[in-house]
Every structure is written in C-alpha cells, then in structure tokens.
T-cell receptor
Framework: EPEVTQTPSHQVTQMGQEVILRCVPISNHLYFYWYRQILGQKVEFLVSFYNNEISEKSEIFDDQFSVERPDGSNFTLKIRSTKLEDSAMYFC??????????FGPGTRLTVT | GQQVMQIPQYQHVQEGEDFTTYCNSSTTLSNIQWYKQRPGGHPVFLIQLVKSGEVKKQKRLTFQFGEAKKNSSLHITATQTTDVGTYFCAGRRTGTASKLTFGTGTRLQVTL
C-alpha cells in the first residue's frame, strides 16, 4: 500500500537555525499539506499546496515558513530562524482533491 | 477564525462499554472527516461525511453529520482495547478548497 514518507524522523536544532523537513507524498496525489502538532494537543493546519503553488495557509504560516516542491517527488517545509515554540511534531499529508488525507509518520522537531 | 471543539476531552471506559465523542464547529462545514491517532502515531483516516444528516457505519463505529452541517458524532459500540487512541474530527469549511480544521480531539482509554 502506498504511503507518505518523511525524513528525518527526529531533528534537533539550536534556536535561530534553519531546518528543512522533507516529505515524499503518495504519487498521483495532487494536494500536499503540512500540519503541526504540539505534544498532547490538536493537529494544526499550516499550509496546503496544489499545482505548484500554495493553495491555502493558516495564520501560523508566516514569513518564517516556506514550502517547495523541488522535483516531482519531494515536498519540503523550511523553517527559518527557529524558536523554542517551534518544537513540535510536523506531519506531511497528501490527498486527491476532495478525499481522505494520508499522513506521514511525522518529524519530531526539537529546538534547544 | 473557525473553531472545532470536541467533547469530552478524555474518556476512560472498560472494555465492552460504549463510547461517544461529539464534534462542534463554529461555522458550517462542506464536509467532515474523522481520524484516529494511536499513541505515538500519526492521524489515520476513518471516514468522510458530506450530506446533511448523513449516517455511516463501519463495523462497531457509527458516524453522524448534523442536519445543520455544524456538528458530528462518533459512537463506538462495545469498545475493545484496540480502540485506544485519540479521535479527531476535521472539518472543511464551505468555500475552502483544501484546508482541514482539526477538532481538539477526544482521547479514549480502554481497560479490561
């Protein structure tokens, strides 16, 4: 069964550094997403991406964040100048236009 | 902004007892999805409801979408230890193409 993959599984970085989280969505899916989940809390939408551009973004997704689909398979989330409060689990997901979203296993980001 | 609340926040039941979680949106939804997240895992899609008043069943799970398309419920009959996890509803607001707003989640604990 096809699945969404994410790397790395755990990233530790120092405050102020830049990180890039990587995802390989399910091939043939058209929408790609990034979500964030702080430990023990709900899943928060960050951004959706369709047809090589941002489709929608939340108020969390400010200039500190950017997404890119550098080739036909990868989908990345870049976080610049990380802050302590960016520590969370980051999930990538992909879907067809209106259906279920398939989530990857997540990247745990720890900012020290 | 749109808010999606779930009650209860946590429920502990004995195996064999029933369980219900309720989901309420501050805005009308075009559709609602339900996800299950096991401890340490990622959200896994359970079902999508689209029509007003729709009821769907999956074995011991019954999902309902309210007439006003602002609330939903998930009922589990005769819980099993494999039902342990956090159940999230996730709504897509009318007029948005892709953004899913997740509910606050209900954590279910099942003991023998």
């Amino acid at each position: 069964e096809p699945e969404v993959t994410q790397t790395p599984s755990h990233q530790v970085t120092q405050m102020g550094q830049e990180v890039i989280l990587r995802c390989v969505p399910i091939s043939n899916h058209l929408y790609f997403y990034w979500y964030r989940q702080i430990l023990g809390q709900k899943v928060e939408f960050l951004v959706s991406f369709y047809n090589n551009e941002i489709s929608e973004k939340s108020e969390i997704f400010d200039d500190q964040f950017s997404v890119e689909r550098p080739d036909g398979s990868n989908f990345t989330l870049k976080i610049r100048s990380t802050k302590l409060e960016d520590s969370a689990m980051y999930f990538c997901a992909s879907s067809y236009p209106s259906g279920e979203q398939y989530f990857g296993p997540g990247t745990r980001l720890t900012v020290t | 902004g749109q808010q999606v609340m779930q009650i209860p926040q946590y429920q502990h039941v004995q195996e064999g007892e029933d369980f219900t979680t309720y989901c309420n949106s501050s805005t009308t939804l075009s559709n609602i999805q339900w996800y299950k997240q096991r401890p340490g895992g990622h959200p896994v899609f359970l079902i999508q409801l689209v029509k007003s008043g729709e009821v769907k069943k999956q074995k011991r799970l019954t999902f309902q979408f309210g007439e006003a398309k602002k609330n939903s419920s998930l009922h589990i009959t005769a819980t099993q230890t494999t039902d342990v996890g956090t159940y999230f509803c996730a709504g897509r607001r009318t007029g948005t193409a892709s953004k899913l707003t997740f509910g606050t989640g209900t954590r279910l604990q099942v003991t023998l």
